[in-house]
């Protein structure tokens, strides 16, 4: 990390992770400070890259996105050129939500991909991801419930200033 960051660092990024609404009056109120050092700090933490941006969540449930599948993909080839393409049309899926290239598994990649229901996922499987060229093998496991969900990154590790 190239900036070290202190107590009320850590407690700024920690209120902004569970209320990114938040305004700087409340984060300042919450943590100990006058608006405008805490404005400067937060203006600090997104100069340093450690705030990368702020984001709205919304339900899926109540957009009717019902269904999770997780998919682990299998390439033909290990080549840059063929992951770089892998990649590049995933990335223009909107229903793929993660895309993690990962080692350990029999597969190179694993996809988060959330739809309304089977029917628009069997067809957004073989319409689109087993059409990717080098996709050699695909398995698909389903979310039942959902028992952790977080967007906060842990901050423990954090030295304790």
């Known amino acids: 990390m190239t900036q070290q960051l202190d107590k009320l660092d850590r407690r700024i990024l920690q209120e902004l992770q569970s209320d990114g609404a938040i305004t700087n009056l409340e984060l300042a109120e919450r943590i100990g400070l006058s608006p405008s050092p805490c404005a400067r700090r937060v203006k600090q933490l997104e100069d340093a890259g450690i705030i990368k941006g702020q984001a709205i969540l919304l339900n899926p449930s109540k957009l009717n996105l019902k269904l999770t599948a997780l998919i682990q993909i299998s390439m033909d080839r290990h080549t840059p ?8 049309i995933v990335g223009g899926y909107p229903e793929v939500i993660e895309c993690l290239l990962i080692t350990g598994q029999s597969a190179d990649y694993q996809l988060k991909v959330l739809v309304p229901d089977m ?43």
């Open 81 to 88: 050129d063929r992951f770089e393409a892998f990649e590049r």
């Open 119 to 161: 029917e628009y996922y069997q067809e957004f499987l073989l319409n689109k991801i087993t059409r990717i060229e080098g996709v050699s093998d695909v398995h698909s496991s389903f979310m039942l419930r959902e028992v952790k969900n977080t967007t906060a990154l842990p901050l423990n590790h954090l030295s304790k200033n």
